[in-house]
């Protein structure tokens, strides 16, 4: 008979990490930060809380190194940062050498403090599971490399059995999503490819997804059994990972924090600041 530990039925649940994408949101004034709060202070204020953030703001734009050396300077030395690749990396698949030579320039300062977990690849919708497209994914893992990536597909194209191990080839790990049942879209697959598993939360406000304000794209309050529905999904992450990365990127008014909190709540990983949050 095999006798079991204490506790390691609930192991899996200390290899997920828990965060939100992006933090710097006027519209959490209120909802999450303080009035008054300086925004210079959001950051510092966020890491209170939670030990990991996804930076989508490279995605727009390249910053200079010292704009991710000074986000590394106002956390506590246990946070980390997933950053997002730079749209003309993902939607516009560059190969101009300069693009990559800024971008590994500008995430250099985290990696050197430690606290670089990885890229996260955002493909858009028009990115199609084709010979280009499998091309690109190639370039890209050499341009990053020795960097963790992982590719977000949006097309469900991307959900055919081959992909996972052409993923595991590359070296690519596979982000998970939680998004609308529309169609095109892709499904809420769980599967880990490296070492390092990860999940993305949209929401599921289908009718917002395809308007013209991207951020009422993501407005969108999760319920405690869609999170429960996940659970066992995250539990198969966890298992086969190191760790897996969890953000909340419904961040409209503040609700990324919400389903955070909730999330944690469900994993019984609550914490004084969730006493109290309406659910």
């Not at 929401?203 to 009422?216: I, L, Q, V």
Request: charge should be positive; charged fraction near 25%.
């Amino acid at each position: 008979m095999t006798m079991s530990t204490p506790g390691a039925s609930s192991r899996w649940k200390d290899k997920l990490r828990i965060g939100t994408s992006g933090f710097s949101f006027p519209d959490w004034v209120g909802p999450f930060y303080p009035k008054g709060l300086p925004r210079k202070d959001f950051l510092g204020f966020y890491a209170r809380e939670f030990d990991q953030v996804e930076i989508n703001a490279t995605y727009y734009r390249i910053p200079p190194p010292r704009t991710l050396a000074a986000m590394a300077e106002r956390t506590p030395p246990g946070f980390r940062f997933l950053v997002k690749a730079n749209r003309e990396m993902t939607h516009r698949s560059s190969s101009d050498p300069s693009v990559y030579a800024s971008f590994r320039e500008a995430v250099e300062p985290l990696r050197t403090a430690g606290k670089l977990e990885g890229v996260l690849l955002q493909f858009p919708f028009s990115f199609h599971n084709d010979v280009s497209s499998r091309r690109h994914l190639g370039f890209l893992r050499r341009e990053l490399d020795p960097l963790p990536v992982w590719a977000e597909f949006r097309h469900a194209g991307w959900n055919r059995p081959p992909v996972f191990p052409f993923l595991r080839d590359l070296g690519i790990g596979f982000c998970s999503v939680d998004e609308p049942e529309l169609p095109g879209l892709m499904p809420p697959v769980a599967a880990a490819t490296t070492s390092g598993g990860y999940v993305r939360f949209h929401g599921r406000n289908a009718g917002t997804w395809w308007g013209e304000d991207p951020h009422r794209r993501y407005d969108w309050n999760y319920t405690e059994d869609e999170l429960r529905g996940w659970l066992k999904r995250l539990r198969g992450l966890a298992e086969q990972t190191e760790t897996t990365y969890v953000f909340f990127n419904n961040c409209y008014m503040g609700r990324a924090v919400r389903g955070a909190r909730l999330l944690r709540r469900l994993l019984g990983r609550q914490t004084a600041l969730d006493l109290g949050f309406p659910t």
